[in-house]
């Protein structure tokens, strides 16, 4: 079924169509060109000399579709200008789960995927050195096209692919050393640039099928309110609306076109059953962390007796922090096309979790997971959003209940109410420091909604940032408390780092102020048996100019973090003038392991530090009555273009596997600005979003 | 339901909608031109900009009706080859990531520079403080915009 699939995705190429997301009937009669050729699982071959390469991870803006496809044609050594891309569907060949979070792509694709493109190229090998009846060993693959290197007579890879793939798959290939490198770890422009320049890429927003209708969802303001009673009699009224149906969120409106269904939604009469939600505000979370801050909590980390030693400790310095709940935010609000049929269900999705989503129409629709068709399409943005399939289930019972395809799309008021937020979140930090100023006992006291389940009383994903932090302090205790106000939380990019290395970094800059010494002098002494983030920061701080004088009234901030398997350093640059703060330069350096895409890599760097530099100064959900106050960009505003800073981004050269870059950047900035805005003024900021009266 | 003509990417277009539906939705949903984006619906963000008589416009809160007569120019007709100056500096500057703001970005910076033939910076940031990137692509769209205009005044182009 997958391999029919590939087929048919495939032909879209062959026939000159748009390349990705191109939508074909599920029954096209069409087949394939006789002599075409599935290779494995990523490399398929046209006898027209078509390389496909199928990304099985997801595209959302981290450059996963061209790096990828670095590693896959870096061995089959195809044309790098001739290749194409699709979205598979979800396979077993692809491992237990396919989605993009955690920044693993190219983590959990380093071998698996070089060693594709190498098989692919030994069955092309073999199969000309058949064809020209010589030894595999006089045979050369090289741009697209085998070589005999006695006669330097030629073979295409169109020509050769459908024997090759009738060949026996080598059981071992030899990947290449580095030093052999052509395309990894080369500068490389991305793959999907051309049609999202000319609006011809088909986001999930995007997908048009025959007889498909829209439908928008009225969902209960309270977070895990229920439907008690409705009046659709003025919906209905609206032209274009076709019906009301109640699905599990809420109701929805299905009209011919997305408009209607948003005008028949605002005339919509619905009596909530609110629940206990109601009763949650934010005010009432801050007392709660509050109170709960002078509890222990379930123990994370414990390096010696914190306790014993903040005891004897010549100076002790308390802190608390406070971060509020942030919402993704993606620029394509979510949606999804669904077509539930009694045998089989389609859905086509920009998604980050396309098992996630497969299983989720299976079990709404009770099909098996093999009767249910996921067409991954590229995303408007994620950072963590799409990896839920709430929105993917709607949209699959919606089309189950009117037994029509439906494209499903939320609002942006909807994107911003009905989030699964990054938790709201503080932190009581204490910490002592010996007769020289040096600390010798760091205690911090998380709390905050979690996820991901719970082991030991502790979420992982709510003490990351705090718990593995690298510096060398004998006596180090982390605990923590869960605490679950029923408002929605999940993966928000770079999950607890995002606050966790805010209150770290924070108060680290908080000791050397306290003990006397230089941010930099104090980290890179902390650091001495951490080589990796030890060496970032110190590329960090020479690129910065660190020791170098500023001008009255600006200041310069560290954070480090390790996350992702990478180790980032930034140094951000600001000034407070008039009560205005001004981020003017920041200057990043990250090793994240082989460097496979550097280009791609500066851009996810300066992403993730924009993500992270909007949150850190306009970020903020708030909640009252158990509905959240935000509605739009206007009351959840984020960096505008003549507020960006200018960016640096340094990579450290190395030659250890690689890294996760997506998330690498998005932790260091909010404490790089904190602690710069400490060095232009002399403040503290502890909570964020960072607020002008905070700096005053 | 009103019957409204006007010009779209250059070809006389009729539509039947209602009066008050959005330009958006005609083009997306009614049309099938889905390179104008849904980002906010209340012109917050700018990802569904096109050009109305050569200004840039939201269409997400422009009402069918208010353009008959005119001429509209989506990301679709700005050109038909990503050939124009914008389109193609935004190549060579690889500026998209996930690229769905983008035809809004486009489209501010096509109108700018229609205008202002050597935008300063003060100039680029007034002309694209309402469009919203998410991946924060704000710098290479800072260099993409200057480029462009180094493309239209060696080439002389008229566009």
Known sequence: MITSVNRRSFLKTATGGLLIGFYLPERSELSAAPNDAKLNAYVHIGSDDTVTLFIHKAEMGQGTVTSLSMLLAEELECDWNKIRTEFPGVSPEYGPYQGV???????????????????????????????????????????????????????????????????????????????????????????????????????????????????????????????????????????????????????????????????????????????????????????????HAQMPGAVARKDGDAAASLATAAKKI?????????????????????????????????????????????????????????????MGGGFGRRARADYIGEAVEVSKAIGQPVQLTWSREDDLQQDFYRPAAYARLTAGLDQQGWPVAFSARLICPPFGGLRDGVARTAVEGVVDVLYAIPNILVDYHALDFGIPVSYWRSVGYSQNTFFAESFLDELAAAGGKDPLELRLRLLANAPRLHAALELAADKAGWSKTLPAGHGRGIALVNNIGSFTA???????????????????????????NPAGIDQQIRSGIVFGLSAALKGGITIDRGRVQQQNFHQYDVLRMEEMPAIEVHIVPSRNAPGGIGEASTPGIAPAVANAIFAATGKRVRRLPIRSEDLA | MAVVKFTLNGKPQTVDAPPAMPLLWVLRDTLGLTGTKFGCGMSLCGACTVHINGQPVRSCVTPISTVAGKTVVTIEGLSADASHPIQRAWIEEDVPQCGYCQSGQIMTAAALLAKTSHPSDADIDEAMHGNICRCGTYDTIRAAIHRAAEIRRTEGGSR
């Open chain 1, 570 to 596: 930034q140094v951000a640059e600001v000034s407070v003038e008039r009560g205005k703060l001004r981020v003017h330069r920041v200057v990043a350096a990250v090793d994240c392991g082989y460097a496979v």
């Open chain 1, 101 to 291: 979070v955690g920044s693993a792509s190219i983590r959990t694709s380093w071998v698996p995927l070089r060693t594709a493109g190498a098989t692919a190229r030994e069955m092309l090998i073999e199969a000309a050195a058949q064809r020209w009846g010589v030894d595999k060993s006089r045979c050369r693959a090289e741009n697209g096209a085998v070589t005999n290197t006695a006669s330097n007579a030629r073979l295409s890879f169109g020509s050769l692919a459908s024997e090759a793939a009738k060949l026996p798959r080598p059981a071992s290939v030899t990947l290449k050393d580095p030093s052999q490198f052509r395309l990894i770890g080369k500068p490389t422009k991305r793959l999907d640039t051309h049609d999202k320049v000319n609006g011809r890429t088909t986001f999930g927003i995007d997908v048009r099928v025959p007889g498909m209708l829209h439908a928008v969802v009225e969902r209960c303001p309270v977070f895990g309110g229920k439907v008690g009673s409705f009046d659709a009699s003025k919906t209905k009224a609206i032209p274009g609306v076709k019906q009301v149906v109640q699905i599990s969120t809420g109701l929805a409106v299905v009209a011919d076109n997305t408009w209607s269904a948003m005008e028949g939604r605002r005339v919509l009469k619905v009596q909530w059953d609110e629940g206990t939600v109601a009763s949650i505000s934010s005010a009432g979370i801050s007392k709660d962390f509050a109170a």
């Open chain 1, 318 to 378: 308390e802190s608390v922090y406070e971060t509020p709940f942030l919402a993704h935010a993606p620029m394509e609000p979510l949606n999804c096309v669904a077509h539930v049929r009694p045998d089989a269900c389609e859905v086509w999705a920009s998604t980050q979790g396309q098992t996630a989503a497969r299983d989720a129409a299976a079990k709404i629709t009770g099909l098996a997971p093999e009767k249910v068709q996921v067409y991954t399409r590229f």
